[in-house]
């Protein structure tokens, strides 16, 4: 498990600050991100907390999700890598895509 969180659900009224303060009971926060969208500029439902330590993060799944936080039910969950190839479901490549006719190569239009 790793030190960084998902924190689902969330009201659009809470800030990194109150996420902090309610994260500190279950040990060091590092950093709180709460994500806003970039058309609106208002929150997105969701954020990411990095705790001190893994048991720091454990704790807090435990104790805090399935938490009421303003009237939602928050979800707490360990965060997944962003990395590697990721939610897009593709590898990487240039501009040009493989097509199945026979070797012939540019795009499928």
Do not use: H
């Amino acid at each position: 498990m790793g030190n960084k969180l998902f924190v689902g659900n969330l009201s659009f009224e809470v800030g990194e600050d109150e996420l902090r303060n309610v994260f500190a009971e279950c040990g060091d926060v590092r950093s709180v991100s709460v994500p806003l969208d970039r058309y609106t500029n208002n929150p997105r439902g969701f954020a990411f907390v990095e705790m001190g330590s893994e048991g720091e993060s454990a704790s807090a799944i435990q104790n805090l999700n399935g938490r009421d936080l303003r009237g939602r039910t928050l979800r707490v969950s360990e965060a997944l890598d962003r990395g590697g190839g990721g939610a897009r479901g593709g590898g990487g490549g240039g501009g040009r895509e493989r097509s199945d006719r026979g070797g012939q190569g540019g795009s499928r239009w």
